[in-house]
């Protein structure tokens, strides 16, 4: 950090920052050392110029807090804002901020330095390709994420650099009915030395549709399982891979790239230019263009046509980007993260999670399939296969009251529920140990009762055995009129302040934070404005401060 203080020392130099806010508008974790200095520091930055670009999500209640803070933070240190403040919404269209907010940055950036801002767009390599065929398949990485060879010697501690191969021990499924599927999956981690608790999170890296990876191979008339490595041009930077290197192209695609998502406008300008078909690489010209008819033509096209790179190189027959140039481009295929159904007091060996899965019809026809839910349909240990599944645990905020008496209402609708289960078992063990429990109410909620009530035999065995106090349950589809959890927290606003207000007990949410976890946060306050007889601008208070105490949690996600 203290590096930062000397850039004013260096000629004509701007520092850019990027802030993503997690959580409760929490830094990262590669930000955490950054922000406790900037909370902490008091020094000059006098000369020192800056330009901030938050990334983050409107369905969260802290949006861009890290980069608000962090803008304003370094103006009271002293230094120069260039330009203003940019603002990325991940639940519109991230990038589209961005770009807006950079067609404006560097003309400001030109006209503090002096420079001509009349440039032209070049499109520059950051990589090179170079072939591997003679390195010994020993030393080609063939899935891991960091250290070549870690998936044939496990070593712990595990974590999203080193994850452990753990076998899916059990995938059944939860649904009776109906044309949905949602798997109870439990991963093996016996003798692994992963630890967790009730509320964490567990990530897992999947792989991506083989059948894919082949359609790509044979639309660009590829070698798949041609050895390479992509090395960086740049002799000073820190990366010197897009990913782990040297791999097949087989490998890149399978387990290092997202292939599946929807592409970002640069990959498609970047590729524009391989279309031999003059009217495909007119469209590709426009839909990547910084125009209305270009941004209303990619929203239009790919956006809401669901459109992955695999089937835009399907749809536009004469584009055919060298794979080494695509492989560049294309983002890394993210881990994904699961709230952890089960509790470590009931199941230490076991890792529990809840997964609906993802497949749905494209307005276009084509039908879309989840990454990781398609994967785990297929990965079943019933055709009596093992399954290895790469996995780490990411510790949570979300926990439990420590006192045990402290009663809860836990809110989950549909998976939102998984983090609850492991909170019930927890209370369960503490009553077989005897240990007073508070009072457990649950809100869940379903379409129908005859389908997708997930867990109803476990939750009506926790009512008889008084675990559960209360369980409030939203059918929404089973009458006329469609009822959500919200509707029963209105219904039941009495209980809710007895346990909030008068109890001192602590409140949960899991689930959708567009609508559900939104929309429960205002009946909270809207509760202890009607039952706590408080004013619109006391209630708001009352419901940050039980935040801020952590008797109002929320693991929610859009």
Known sequence: MEDLCKLSEIPNAIAIFCMATYGEGDPTDNAQTFYEWMQNSDVDL??????????????YEHYNSMGIYVDKRLEELGAKRIYELGLGDDDGNLEEDFIFWKEKFWPAVCNEFGLDSAGKDVSMRQYKVVNCDDVPKEKLFSGEVARLGSYAIQRPPYDAKNPFLSNILINRELNKGGNRSCMHIEFDIKDSRIRYESGDHVAVFPMNDPTMIDTIGKLLGANLDEAISLVSLDDDTHKKNPFPCPCTYRTALQYYLDISSIPYI????????????PEEKMKLKLMTSNTPEGKALYHEWVHNQCRN????????????PPLDHLCELLPRLQARYYSISSSPKISPDRIHITAVLVKYTAPMGRTINGVATSWFAKNNPNNGNKHLVPIFVRKSQFRLPAQTQTPVIMIGPGTG???????????????????????????FGCRHKAEDFIYEEELEDYIKSGTISKLHVAFSRDQKE????????????????????ECNGHIYVCGDARNMARDVHNIIKTICVEQGKMTEEKATEYVKRMEFQKRYSADVWS
């Open 309 to 320: 790179i695999v089937q835009i190189l399907q749809d536009l027959p004469s584009l055919k």
């Open 46 to 59: 006098g000369g020192f110029r800056y330009s901030v670009f938050g990334l983050g999500n409107k369905t």
């Open 482 to 501: 469609k009822v959500y959890v919200t509707h029963l927290l209105r219904q039941n606003a009495d209980e809710v302040w007895n346990v909030i207000g």
């Open 266 to 277: 640069h990959v498609l300008k970047e590729i524009s230019d391989y279309a031999t078909d």
């Open 417 to 443: 529920f998984a983090p609850f289960r492991g909170f019930i078992q927890e209370r369960k063990f503490q009553q077989v140990q005897g240990k007073e429990i508070g009072e457990t109410i649950l809100y």
